[in-house]
């Protein structure tokens, strides 16, 4: 990822919702202006979750989501339908296409974003074939309690219509959060503590660290970047301590025991609980670690679906330093990418890893699902905090 692009997890995500052959992929196609989807008038071309990243004028980066139709059948059908549901877990705004004969289909879809909080804007497609779109139109508003956008999508009719309507609809504090929130302003000195181990790509930097250099040059810091052995010959090369440490949690404690006394200390984990889920319940969450058990239960949940390495902080050190606390009996499970169970009542703790690869909605939604259960959940820089006993001592 160069500096300069928006990573998917950070764009709007806009899903595409709607029965088979109602004309999702040929709008996408038409809000995108490249042919992105694969269209046919065979209902059921869609089988996956397709996406697309564009820059919308007046709006900024989008990630657009085309889904299977939600009126797919058999057994293959029911696969496609529970994917098309896991879109909603990071939907930001849906649009939802509706289609001639009864709504039942489309209320219950309707239904299930509203308990989500999800903004929903009503289509009605292809109205170059339609012979009476105005019935059509008020039969949906009268059923679905919203009057629907009149659009061609092979026309390219209607298409500024649903950008306006994105843009009433776009969530009051969307991107307004922060990767460092008010802990820097300009010309504060930043320290950033970086091992470059097998963690770190050869010749790159993890993702977290280039969104929060990025940040932090766009606030106009004054950043300075070092590896953990060489954190004591750069504090004595600066003329001041830096208004803030943030480092790698896994080298958390070794970089308190060496930080000038005023110098605030976090790590780019810690930051991208806040960013991108509730750093107060994961705060909350982590107190549980001292009430684990050998008998316990652990949900470790990691992002991204990497091969394992043979030091990975999230299967082999994070494991360790749990099970030498709570004992070697402790059972932890693993999860990566978007398996993520839906009954959490096994776990006695959950612990996420940074979800730089997740947008905010997905993240808050798995919290959410994990607090209706009453199971505490932490992420990775604040349980090695806790662990490290300097959870009190760190800025988040």
Known sequence: MSLNNTPTANRLHIALFGKRNSGKSSLINALTGQDTALVSDIPGTTTDPVSKAMEMQGIGPCLFIDTPGFDDEGVLGEMRIARTLKAIERTDIALLLCEDGDCEDEKQWIKQLNERNIPVILI???????KDTASAENRIKKECGQKPLIISAKEQT????????????????????????????EGDLVLLVMPQDIQAPKGRLILPQVQTLRELLDKKCLVMSCTTDQMTATLQALSYPPKLIITDSQVFHTVYEQKPAESLLTSFSVLMAGYKGDIHYYIEGASAIDRLTPQSRVLIAEACTHAPLSEDIGRVKLPRMLRKKA?????????????????????DLIIHCGACMFNRKYVVSRIDNARSQQVP?????????????ILDKIAY
């Open 327 to 347: 004992g070697e009996a402790l059972q932890i499970d693993i999860v990566a990418g978007t398996d993520f169970p839906e009954d959490l009542t096994a776990y």
């Open 124 to 130: 009605l497609n292809k109205a170059d074939l339609r």
């Open 158 to 185: 209607g298409i500024e219509k649903i950008r306006q309507a994105i843009l009433e609809k776009l969530p009051a504090d969307f991107g307004q959060q922060t990767i460092t929130g008010d802990w820097v302003k």
């Open 377 to 389: 959940m932490t992420n990775y820089g604040v349980a090695i905090a806790h662990l490290s006993g």
